[in-house]
């Protein structure tokens, strides 16, 4: 075992060991060899016993709502598009879903990526993500690599689902999955790294931010990580955003222009924040003119609160994790001496007891989780950029069971979206008084060839649980 994991876990780990069968050891050894422990006990130390309180460095008094360019400038900026189109043409594009979160709200069986969200068919969050990169390809005529972060629990399943479904019409060769690390849960109160059985430590997903260092780790299959693997195809830009959010224009050519007109290292996506209590990270920027995003737990209420002239909110640059990023700059990251700083998270873990021998599933948040956010990435540019968006166009993530951002409100802003584009195209979409479809409509992404424009003939595409007619 490692000699750097903390005496009293080691003295623990060791005796345990010695109580499992001859088959049940070396899994857990290796499990426990897997982990960075110096790393959990400078957490355990400053999180869980209190040691230096999170975001104490943070001076808020020098923030200011960061500048970004607003709704009207990025949607009409036609040499954007053009910039963004020659990227994509030149074959320098990537995209990257991360895609290894446990979705533990929604509470589906199986990771989120395979829920099946479409309206009329229920094809699955993949499903729309992986006809949209086929369309793009297919339009500019050049593979746009995939890049698919899974954890190590939900990889097999993921894998799975893209073969069954033969990568949904992509090229195999163009499509990687690599795995994000993992962290061990500890005991809110002790700081104890918790088992969920007796063989097993609680391991978890180290957190979206986790993807800067899969994609610089080397994977046995070919001795390449995944951003070499994507670089072989020409690839310096990369596309990311989270699986949940099924509206995601993916490779948008005019956020891709404007990122590199302004020879950004990483670009941001945000919507105007609704309301002060929204909970969504807020983009700000520091009197040097970095920015950084600073959760909306942790924006102190006056900031949150304050309005400009205008009534809107000052800090409302509300960040949706769509990112872009040179694959420079992800290098530069993973191999420097800065690590991404690790977000406590407060949560439910079912563990097994050491004194009872028993599995108990809690009531109550009993255990912290360490989660790395890709935001975090953000201050650490020499230049950035931040663009506004609509979110009624690009923004509905699934998250819940229920309620808001849930299954039935994903659906129908798949269905506002798809009777916009088919009216664009001519094709009458009966709507009722509140202007949404009275019918749900699916489009094949690969129908779409851009926002505006569908494909000229309706086919096996359209899928629709009511009747359409063509307009002459
Ligand atoms: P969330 O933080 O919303 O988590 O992740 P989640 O797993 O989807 O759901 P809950 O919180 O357990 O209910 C936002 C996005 O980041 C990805 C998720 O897959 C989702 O696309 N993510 C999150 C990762 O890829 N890895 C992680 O460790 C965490």
């Known amino acids: ?270 919507v105007s924040k609704q309301a002060p209590d929204e909970k969504v990270g807020v983009v700000c920027q520091s009197p040097d003119g970095r920015k950084l995003v600073i959760e909306y737990s942790d924006l102190p209420a006056h900031l949150a609160e304050a309005r400009e002239p205008s009534g809107e909110l000052s800090y409302r640059a509300g960040s949706i994790a769509v990112h872009i990023f040179q694959t420079e700059f992800l290098k530069r990251l993973a191999t420097g001496a800065i690590r991404l700083p690790f977000h406590k998270a407060i949560k439910k873990v079912a563990f097994w007891n050491p004194q009872t021998g028993q599995i108990h599933d809690p009531q109550e948040p009993n255990a912290i989780k360490f989660e790395a956010f890709i935001f975090d990435t953000l201050p650490l540019a020499e230049r950035s950029l931040i663009v506004e968006t609509d979110r009624r166009e690009e923004f509905e993530p699934l998250k819940n069971a229920t309620g808001p951002d849930s299954p039935s409100t994903v659906r129908s802003a798949m269905t506002r979206i798809a009777a916009k584009q088919l009216a664009k195209a001519g094709v009458k979409v009966p709507l009722d008084n509140l202007g949404q479809p009275l019918y749900a409509i699916e489009l094949d992404p690969c129908f779409v060839v851009d926002q505006d424009h569908l494909k000229p003939t309706l086919g096996p595409d359209l899928k629709i649980s009511g009747d359409l007619s063509l307009v002459d």
Not at 165 to 171: I, Q, T
């Open 1 to 270: 075992m490692q000699k750097t994991i903390p005496q009293p876990w080691l003295d623990f780990f060791q005796k345990h060991a010695q109580e499992l069968t001859s088959e049940q050891v070396q899994p857990f050894l290796d499990q426990v060899t897997s982990v960075q422990w110096p790393l959990v006990a400078e957490l355990v130390d400053e999180h869980v016993l209190g040691h230096s309180a999170q975001n104490s460095d943070q001076d808020f008094s020098s923030l200011a709502p960061a500048d970004f360019i607003g709704l009207e400038t990025s949607q009409a900026d036609q040499s954007a598009v053009l910039a963004g189109e020659c990227l994509i043409q030149n074959g320098q594009v990537g995209v990257v879903i991360v895609a290894g979160g446990q979705g533990s709200r929604l509470g589906f069986n199986g990771p989120k990526g395979v829920y099946p969200i479409g309206a009329v068919t229920g094809s699955s969050l993949f499903y729309f993500h992986a006809r949209k990169v086929l369309s793009v390809s297919r339009k500019y005529g050049k593979p746009v690599p995939l890049l698919i972060m899974t954890s190590p629990e939900n990889d097999p399943a993921t894998r799975a689902h893209f073969e069954s479904h033969k990568y949904f019409g992509l090229n195999p060769e163009h499509v990687r999955f690599f795995t994000q690390g993992q962290m061990p849960a500890v005991d809110r109160t002790t700081g104890q790294p918790l088992f969920s059985d007796r063989n097993t430590l609680a391991l978890s997903p180290d957190g979206h931010g986790g993807a800067l260092y899969a994609l610089s780790r080397r994977e046995n299959e070919d001795g390449l990580t995944a951003l070499e693997w994507a670089e072989r195809f020409g690839v310096k830009t990369l596309f990311y955003f989270q699986v949940d959010n099924p509206l995601v224009r993916i490779a948008d050519p005019a956020f891709l222009g404007l990122h590199s007109q302004a020879q950004s290292e990483v670009s941001f996506k945000v």
